[in-house]
């Protein structure tokens, strides 16, 4: 049973780095104090990854809720002493480009920083070099000024934040380390720890979060969780005293520096400098394999440094730091932390064990940020203050989590971190993972695929080349022409004259049955499920908070049946986690297992109803139904719905049938002019009719109402998971998700672009293509309300240019819904 009083329930931390330590701070400060911080090293200098981290915090990330993350920590770090020594020295932070490919990069990471809100400045090299004198300005074409970036002092920072922490209550236990965790009735109980000649001792808890850096997935482990993390060895050396640097009494008053063209960065140290490189070859490290505190050297984070994998570092630093060529290399260490496959962190509760939580994979750049994150999900069960779907734990597909899977992209990502990612590039490794049953005939024609969830998907057909003789597809720029073919614009056209067959194979799918299925979709969706059999409603997943955690199509099989197209793992682990303990619900991933084609256009009819005994008419099966059916010889679900706005159905059946359903449409096809289709145009005509996409259009941050989705929320249906945050939110919205178009051709955006009302950033771009069918760049884009007005021109800050766009009415294609419903030329 779990206890909780007024100082709330028994929480153990294990691990005192600069994660634990901020999660202390930020739980205590919130009222629960019967919190016990565990840690097998001396505190605050544990020998864990904090205990030596120069530091650094650049806080421009691509994702919106690691900028955020990363602008608390400045914020909290900033505000905070150890006995009037600082936490955080607010030096500046500057990146610098010495490729045009870089300095284009820069102008991008200027407009992320526009659009999360953060001052950033581009710089001649001249200008880079009275920042930071000891740089040839020769050797640089720009940089990247960011005034508020800094040096986190991690170790004062973890003692400052526990100080305050035990003052408040909380205890903090130094060299013990946890040697189990015991886990009763599916629940954490208690945390077991030990070392050398302390008697082992029982901690009971309600609540354990493991913060515990590169041996994570060792603690994870005692209670049973895969944690998909990799510990690698990354170098950190210190120049003697560099004589440009002479009599420096400061810590630091140069700005800190990154040269990512050549995978460095830097920061002074008094008349020294730090250097960091990502240049070598990944060095990971098993978690078993740390050495125990008293074992360890130097400390268990810290492995001998290896010389020869910094040559090439260091005539790079030489070069670019001309003052630095009188000094030498002072000391090194091959220091340990953890990666992740997608760069970003482990944060969440065990979807098997309730109170085990996990704050992972986490820089001392974000560390406040999580620590806040953490402890408001903890205290109010849900995180107000950032968006963490990107960051959940329980964020992955099974095969994510295979040791093999989870080191080769752990050493990927170590060897792409500073590299130029394009919005589209699929990892290269390991691949191919999961091929839909249509794969084959794909390649037949000539997919050039990418990559969704594991997935293998189609972004073009080089087949549909032929489509394009006799029109004209405009070129994008060059960054948008990457991962693109003018193929993409003849398939959308192509989709719009006559039918395509599109492979949502990677789309999740959820099967709720029981009897309690009903009662179950009612209480978490915003739709009305008690609907008659065959019925499909699109409707939304909210938090308790009114946010959206996603959006959903449900389709009613039967009575106590339902298929629910999601978005991903998240939302069958949400699923899960609110199941009725009677057992009168089950929830099932059958995405593996099945496969679907969205058979779409004008003629979809004319091609499906022959192959069918069942009937397809426009009264027989109309919008939004469901309906078994045989295609063939394919026993298939049909639901009469489009996500690219033309009449037609998604077909469902078995993966050891999807072959065959494909041949069967592909051949009876060919007199109706079927073409297969790719995401690339699927993306185009999405957005032509105002789809939006979760995760990337609306996130657990905004409220149906913003997101343009308030017509998906059933108020009137009896309560739901976050009905009564929307009655106090209201209707009344302050910023709109909303739909921008752009003149010319060329100028296409690619997402996270800042929009700018003259001088001033007012918003951002969420998704983005060209209309091929309507002959416009679209961009859908979260701006105030009072801009939002259909004919307001406005620019996208598209590198170093700015784009005229124009709020217009939505959606641009059909807006009268005759295609979907049938009512226009296409019945
Ligand atoms: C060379 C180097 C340079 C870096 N530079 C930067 C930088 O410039 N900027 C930046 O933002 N980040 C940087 N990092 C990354 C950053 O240091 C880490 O991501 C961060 O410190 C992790 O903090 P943490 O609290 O999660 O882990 P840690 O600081 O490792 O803390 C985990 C704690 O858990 C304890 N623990 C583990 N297992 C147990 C157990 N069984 N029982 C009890 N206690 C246990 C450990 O003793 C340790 O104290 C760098 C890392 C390295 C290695």
């Known amino acids: 049973m779990e206890h909780v009083d007024a100082t709330g329930p028994r929480v153990v931390v294990i691990g005192a780095g600069v994660v634990g330590a901020a999660l202390a701070d930020e739980l205590s400060a919130r009222g629960w104090t019967d919190v016990t911080v565990v840690d097998q090293g001396p505190v605050p200098a544990t020998g864990g990854s904090s205990s030596h981290a120069p530091g650094l915090v650049f806080q421009i990330n691509g994702s919106k809720t690691m900028t955020q993350m990363a602008r608390y920590t400045v914020e909290k770090l900033g505000s905070l002493d150890l006995d009037g020594e600082p936490c955080f020295l607010q030096v500046g932070g500057l990146e610098v480009a010495t490729t045009p490919e870089r300095l284009a990069e820069l102008h991008r990471r200027h407009g992320w920083a526009t659009s999360w809100g953060v001052e950033s400045r581009l710089l001649t090299p001249a200008e880079c070099a009275d920042l930071f004198p000891l740089l040839d300005p020769g050797a640089v074409l720009g940089g990247l000024h960011i005034p508020t970036d800094g040096i986190a002092k991690a170790v004062r920072a973890v003692e400052a934040q526990l100080r305050r922490a035990r003052s408040r209550g909380v205890r903090v236990l130094e060299r013990r380390e946890v040697l189990d965790i015991r886990v009763e009735d599916g629940r954490v109980a208690a945390v077991v720890t030990g070392q050398g000649e302390i008697a082992a001792e029982v901690i009971p808890a309600d609540v354990v979060v493991c913060c515990a850096g590169i041996w994570g997935p060792k603690v994870a482990a005692m209670a049973g969780l895969p944690l998909p993390l990799t510990p690698l060895a990354h170098q950190l050396a210190w120049t003697g005293s560099v004589p440009d640097l002479k009599g420096h009494t400061e810590e630091a008053t140069l700005p800190i520096l990154r040269h990512q063209d050549a995978d460095l960065y830097y920061r002074q140290r008094f008349d020294g400098v730090g250097i960091g490189s990502y240049g070598h070859r990944p060095m990971p490290v098993r978690p078993e394999d740390l050495l125990p505190v008293d074992e360890a050297e130097v400390m268990p984070s810290v492995l001998a440094f290896t010389p020869g994998d910094f040559e090439d570092a260091w005539a790079e630093t030489r070069r670019l730091l001309p003052g630095t060529r009188a000094a030498e290399i002072g000391e090194g260490i091959n220091g340990v932390f953890s990666f992740t496959q997608d760069h970003m962190p482990l944060l969440g509760e065990s979807p098997d064990v309730k109170g085990f939580w996990v704050a992972e994979a986490v820089w001392v750049t974000h560390s406040a940020g999580v620590g806040r994150a953490m402890a408001e999900w903890l205290v109010d069960g849900h995180c107000s203050s950032f968006d963490l779907h990107e960051c959940d734990v329980n964020r992955f597909e099974p095969h994510q989590l295979a040791p093999d899977y989870v080191l080769a992209r752990g050493c990927r990502n170590f060897v792409e971190v500073y590299d130029i990612i394009h919005p589209l590039q699929p990892m290269e490794e390991p691949r191919p993972l999961r091929l839909s049953p249509f794969h084959a005939r794909q390649r037949e024609l000539d997919a050039y695929f990418l990559e969704a969830a594991g997935w293998e998907r189609p972004q073009w057909y080089g087949a549909n080349a032929r489509l394009l003789e ?79 955690r996603s959006d959903v199509t449900v389709a009613r099989l039967g009575r106590d049946t339902f298929q629910v197209g999601a978005n991903g793992n998240l939302d069958l682990d949400w699923l899960h986690r609110h199941l009725p303990e009677d057992g009168s619900v089950v929830v099932r991933d059958i995405t593996a297992g099945t496969c679907c084609l969205g058979v779409w256009g004008p003629r979809a009819r004319d091609l499906v109803q022959p192959l069918t005994g069942a009937d ?52 009876a096809g060919q007199e109706h002019g079927v073409i297969a289709g790719g995401r690339g145009a699927f993306a185009s005509l999405r957005l032509e009719k105002g789809y939006r996409s979760f995760g990337t259009d609306m996130t657990f941050e905004h409220d149906p109402y913003e997101a343009g989705l308030g017509f998906a929320v059933r108020m009137d249906k009896g309560d739901f998971v976050g009905r009564a945050a929307l009655e106090r939110r209201g209707a009344n919205v302050r910023r709109r998700l909303t739909c921008l178009t752009i003149d010319d051709p060329a100028d296409v955006v690619m997402g996270r672009e800042p929009v700018f009302d003259g001088d001033t950033g007012v918003g951002y771009v969420t998704s983005a293509a060209f209309g091929y069918t309507i002959g416009k760049g679209i961009a859908y884009a979260w701006l105030p309300a009072a801009l939002a007005t259909p004919g307001r021109t406005l620019e996208i800050g598209y590198f170093d240019r700015r784009v005229p766009a124009v709020v217009a009415e939505e959606p641009l294609f059909d807006p009268a819904m005759e295609r979907l419903r049938g009512t226009g030329e296409a019945r």
């Open 616 to 667: 397809f008419s426009n009264e027989g099966f109309r919008y939004f139904r469901a309906k078994k059916a045989y295609v063939g010889a394919v026993p298939v679900t049909a639901l009469r719905l489009s996500y690219i706005g033309e009449l037609g159905w998604e077909l469902y059946t078995t993966a050891d049938l999807g072959a065959k359903l494909w041949d069967t449409l592909w051949e």
């Open 470 to 548: 006799g029109g004209d597809v405009p070129s994008p720029g060059d960054w948008a022409a990457r991962h693109w073919s003018p193929i993409v614009g003849a398939e959308a056209r192509a989709s719009r004259e006559t039918v395509a067959l599109y492979d949502m194979t990677a789309l999740k799918r959820l099967e709720v049955t029981g009897p309690g299925a009903l009662a179950f979709l009612q209480r978490l969706t915003t739709g009305q499920m008690d609907k008659s059999v065959g019925s499909v409603t699109y409707c939304l997943l909210l938090d308790v908070d009114g946010g959206i």
